[in-house]
């Protein structure tokens, strides 16, 4: 497929830049990220993978596109660019470590069916029985259903 120079650069440039690369399987329409259309992503990628460049996935419609070392130096070489520049995977968070819990901060967990909140599913039988001249009488279901049992 022919490609323009303009658009496999902008694909180039941002894969690089990024690391990854997603787009719907849908050639008609136009990438999210870019002014190019997702066919040309999609064959320009296809070509990449083959190579060895990118490892592709594809689930629930999408293509993705992780770079792999090789495609790093390829791109660098295509682009011109130094090796100071990584892509956005490769570079460290700058976010401070997670703070640990301190113990007391949070009541403690019960295991499956362990209560918690809402209590155990057994509470109910751990209430009083009911009064010893209790005796439930269930009337008739007002001329639904099947009817009252046979007399004998």
Known sequence: MLVSKKNREE????????????????????HPKMDVQNLVVIE??????????????YAWRHYYWYLTNEGIEYLRQYLHL???????TLKKSTRAP?????EGDRPPR????????GGGRDEYRKAQPAPGE???????????????????
Request: glycine letters at 20%.
């Open 11 to 30: 694909v180039y440039q941002y894969l690089f830049k990024e690391g990854v690369l997603v787009a719907k399987k849908d050639p008609g329409s136009k």
């Open 44 to 57: 320009l990628m296809r070509g990449f993978a083959s190579k060895g460049f990118v490892k592709e996935q």
């Open 82 to 88: 130094p090796a100071e520049i990584v892509p956005s």
């Open 98 to 102: 997670a703070q640990r819990a301190v």
């Open 110 to 117: 019960m295991g499956r069916g362990g209560g918690g909140y």
């Open 134 to 152: 209790f005796n439930p009488t269930f009337g008739g279901g007002r001329g639904l259903g099947r009817g009252a049992a046979p007399a004998e």
